[in-house]
């Protein structure tokens, strides 16, 4: 019986290589000139440092834009509200959003049942896996789940016939 799983992962090492390129631009731009903005990732978490609102909104930008050049989505970061650090610096931090939560997984269970397709979902931990007795099916379940408008990047693994 034809099945897939969806998830939502992101690669590390891009994450990593995105930071190290922001960090590559933060040094060479003229606005940063003599500033300790920085970009770091611990575990799952980024931290973003700099002196200002200012700085620390383009650090933001600077380090989506990276994001979006390595085909990651930046709706895989979940930035908190902008805080104060040591030495009369900002701080900004964003989890990085790993596996799909209840509350999605519950909505794109109801979204598939209520549509009447014959699929059966299977909520596993931090995914879904999909079956049905027809590959046509599977497809329309892909299509109903992309038009929920999740903002947390899915992706779409396993296909098995």
Do not use: W
Not at 3 to 8: A, E, G, K, P, Q
Not at 108 to 135: F, M, W
């Amino acid at each position: 019986m034809p099945s897939f799983d969806i998830v939502s992962k992101i690669d590390l090492a891009e994450v990593d290589n995105a930071i190290n390129g922001a960090m590559r631009e933060i040094q060479n731009r003229y606005d940063f000139k003599n500033s300790e903005s920085k970009i770091t990732r611990t575990e799952n978490e980024v931290e973003l440092i700099a002196e200002d609102q200012y700085k620390i909104d383009q650090v933001q930008q600077i380090f989506r834009t990276h994001l979006v050049k390595r085909n990651l989505s930046s709706g895989s970061f979940d930035f908190s509200k902008v805080e104060d650090a040591r030495g009369g610096m900002l701080r900004q931090s964003s989890k990085i959003i790993q596996g799909i939560d209840r509350d999605i997984s519950q909505k794109i269970n109801k979204c598939i049942k209520n549509s009447k397709i014959k699929v059966q979902v299977s909520i596993r931990g931090e995914e879904l896996r999909l079956t049905s007795g027809k590959k046509d099916l599977l497809q329309k379940a892909i299509q109903l789940t992309k038009e929920l408008e999740i903002k947390q990047p899915l992706q779409y693994i396993n296909f098995r016939d």
